[in-house]
């Protein structure tokens, strides 16, 4: 190796190993811009962990300040969400998972309309197709590109298809990671995975802070009507419940393995997923009530109306439900993975709820009998967990993304702004009439 080259290596693994200045949000500001957000599922029709963070991601955007457009599938979309300008792209069901609709979002119509929004960051939901879409359009238009990963394909993949297709999707998830300016996670735990399989640069990858509607999820909202709906008319039974899609991919025949050691128990299967009739069939002729999707009061009201959560999934990127859970006052059980250790961090263990092995059901057992038979416990753990919740919201997790991390992705997009695709570019903005960005 001469000199010069072992110079230009050098430099290359130090602009690698470089981040951000502190204070970046004095050095680029954060006056209103105009953001571009590209979902896939609707945050509007399909109900998942990631709709409220979305939705509440776009209000307080907007409260801020900026102008935000939101391209999206095209099921129940609205014209626009609290004064968001909404567009929907004519899409199709995943092949795997028919529930889920999928669109590119790079026709001519969708294209025009980014352009005539002159976006000054482009934001995507990872992974899926329509991010193929969104970083088409954020490198012809010469704007920053931040994805914020939200499902953990490669988990999911064994569970759906066969596992030799696992390896294809970690290449895919570094080549569009690695070509966008900043990735966000909803979990430290998911990051440092991310980081471990060389997603992206490590200092590209940010947590999105946790969040919680700690007004509408609150105990207050205990309710006895609804607790004699969810026990099935025995309200004087201990009753479990479980909020959440019903996939394979959750682990939720724990819930019937459990509940065959717990006779006197009763549990709440709220929710609905391509696997409910099967789980429905599990738990025939058991003390176990589905309601099916539940939203507004009355999914508080269930909530709140319980005596234990239970989280059996191995494969959440964070875990919304059990954060709605916690802020209503209701000790959560749960499985030791991904992001539910954010949650319930080793420290908190037995104070703001508890964890267990993934997949053991005696380890399971041993922390949700206690919690079941003693009055007292429960209060304890379910108060404390109400007040850990109650130092987050929603607000002040987009404030960081709006004044920290969009600035962060800006300074790396300055550094390293393609030169091989600036002749696609030009010729973008000759057909298109794009102006160019402009950061102060």
């Known amino acids: 190796m001469t000199i010069t080259e072992y110079r230009e290596e050098k430099e290359e ?8 200045p502190p204070f970046i949000e004095s050095l680029i500001g954060s006056g209103p811009r105009r953001i571009a957000l590209f979902v896939e ?4 029709a399909y109900v998942s962990g990631y709709k409220n963070r979305f939705q509440n ?14 391209v999206t599938t095209h099921g129940g979309v609205p014209q626009e969400f609290c004064g968001a300008k909404v567009i929907g792209s004519l899409s199709f069901p995943c092949p795997f998972y028919t529930n889920v609709p999928l669109s590119l979002a790079l026709s001519p ?3 025009s309309e980014v352009v005539q929004f002159k976006p000054d960051i482009i934001h995507s939901s990872s992974p899926g197709i329509m991010v193929f879409g969104a970083l088409t359009i954020a490198k012809l238009l010469s704007v920053p590109l931040v994805m914020s990963y939200h499902t953990h394909i490669p988990v999911y ?42 997603v992206t640069d490590a200092n590209k990858i940010c947590v999105w802070n946790k969040g919680v509607d700690s007004e509408s999820f609150h105990p207050q909202y205990r309710c006895d009507e609804m607790r004699l709906r969810l026990t099935n008319g025995e ?28 006779p ?67 000790p959560v059980v749960a499985a030791r993975a991904g992001g539910i250790i954010d949650i319930i961090p080793e420290d908190q263990e037995g104070k703001t709820g508890f964890c267990f092995n993934p997949g053991d059901v005696d380890d399971c057992l041993s922390k949700l009998k206690p919690l079941l038979h003693d009055c007292e416990l429960r209060e304890t753990i ?16 987009t404030r960081i993304i709006r004044n920290e991390q969009y600035n962060a992705a800006i300074w790396f997009w300055r550094k390293k702004k393609a030169v091989l695709l600036r002749p696609f570019q030009w010729l973008f903005r000759c057909i298109f009439h794009v102006p160019e960005a402009n950061y102060r």
């Open 13 to 20: 693994e130090e602009e690698k190993e470089e981040g951000p």
């Open 41 to 44: 599922p609707s945050p509007f």
């Open 57 to 70: 991601f776009i209000k307080y955007l907007r409260e801020m300040g900026d102008e935000v457009m939101v």
């Open 109 to 111: 119509r969708i294209i």
């Open 157 to 198: 993949i064994p569970r759906y298809t066969t596992t030799w297709l696992v390896k294809p999707a970690w290449f895919i998830i570094r080549l569009l990671h690695g070509s966008a300016d900043l990735t966000l996670v909803p979990s430290a735990a998911l990051a440092k995975e991310l980081e471990q399989a060389r």
């Open 235 to 262: 309200p004087e039974k201990p009753l479990i419940v479980h909020v959440g899609r019903l996939g394979v991919e959750k682990s939720l025949d724990l819930l019937k393995s459990v509940m065959d050691k717990l």
């Open 264 to 330: 006197e128990v009763r549990i709440a299967v709220i929710g609905d997923g391509p696997y409910r009739e099967e789980l429905e069939k599990m738990f025939s002729g058991m003390p176990a009530v589905f309601t099916g999707m539940l939203e507004g009061e009355v999914l508080s009201q269930a909530y709140a109306s319980g005596d234990v959560f239970l989280m059996p999934s191995e494969s959440e990127t964070l875990g919304l439900v059990v954060l709605e859970a916690m802020s209503s006052g209701l």
């Open 382 to 397: 379910g108060q404390a967990a109400r007040e850990e919740m109650e130092k987050y919201d929603w607000k002040a997790a």
